[in-house]
């Protein structure tokens, strides 16, 4: 089902969409529908990733171990160079 809103912009914003819609095919309403839904998605992944950062430390606050940066970015390169790469494992950060 479709919902009808009315939405006020500034024209200047109004003729960047209308020019957008135009180079990219498309009609001002569709241009306008996949950018709000894109806008919604990445809202929605940046809430999940700021609830997983959140429940990873919580972890780390509760066992007491985490990971070295440096070998956490080591594996990152090796693995986008297509190397193979052993993961790094948790160490107790507590004396």
């Not at 819609?21 to 929605?44: C, P």
């Not at 070295?68 to 090796?78: G, K, L, N, Q, S």
């Amino acid at each position: 089902m479709s919902a009808t809103t009315s939405l006020k912009l500034p024209d200047d914003i109004k003729e960047r969409a209308v020019a957008a819609a135009q180079l990219q095919g498309v009609s001002t309403h569709a241009f306008m529908v996949k950018a709000i839904e894109q806008a919604a998605i990445a809202a929605e992944n940046r809430a999940r990733f700021m609830e997983d950062a959140q429940a990873a430390r919580q972890q780390m606050l509760d066992t007491g171990t985490g990971y070295d940066a440096d070998e956490v970015h080591a594996y990152i390169r090796a693995r986008v160079e297509g190397k193979k790469a052993t993961r790094p494992k948790a160490k107790s950060w507590r004396e």
